[in-house]
């Protein structure tokens, strides 16, 4: 079977766009209102000759209440969907209690876990970037989704984790 690899984090972060990108085509939604996701959110994809399945988990995110709860539930049944878990964090706001928590569900995972630093539109975001070192999950990759930069190298690490 092929792997999956699952993308988790708040709503906003900007996971259906990076889904996008890692697809190449416009598939999932993207839409400014958090929570939008809701119809398919698994996704066939291939890099460097590989095929992989992408699973786009905006499509389990509830309400704004209780978000906190929600994402962490939403990491929870990605790593035992996935074999590899990415967890999108927008580099311009850093990590929120919501991504502390996440974290905590993400640390204890058996399978392999990525953060993306999303949003890192131009190169003046080291800082903010590094910042993501806190979450000890390793070294954040910092990406744009929206321009595609970074795509390459985070799609690079993704299949050496599987
Ligand atoms: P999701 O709720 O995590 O799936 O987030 P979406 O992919 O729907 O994106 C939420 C908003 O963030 C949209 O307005 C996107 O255009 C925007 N966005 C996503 N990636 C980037 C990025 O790399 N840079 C900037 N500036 N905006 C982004
Ligand atoms: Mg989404």
């Known amino acids: 079977p092929k792997p999956v690899l699952a993308v988790v984090g708040r709503p906003n972060v900007g996971k259906s766009t990076l889904v996008n990108r890692l697809l190449g085509r416009r598939e999932a939604v993207v839409q400014d209102v958090p929570g939008v996701t809701r119809d398919r959110i698994a996704y066939e994809a291939l890099w460097n000759g590989r095929e992989f399945t992408v699973l786009d988990t905006g499509g389990w995110e509830p309400d704004a209440k209780g978000l906190q709860g929600a994402v962490a539930a939403q990491a929870e049944r990605a790593m035992e969907a996935a074999d590899a878990v990415l967890l999108v964090v927008d580099a311009r706001v850093g990590a929120t209690a ?65």
């Open 98 to 162: 919501t991504e502390e928590a996440v974290a905590r569900v993400l640390r204890r995972s058996k399978r392999p876990v990525l953060v993306a630093a999303n949003k890192v539109d131009d190169q003046r975001m080291a800082s903010e970037v590094h910042s993501l070192w806190s979450l000890g999950l390793g070294e954040p990759m910092p990406i744009s989704a929206l321009h595609g930069t970074g795509s390459g190298d985070l799609l690079d690490a993704v299949l050496e984790a599987f």
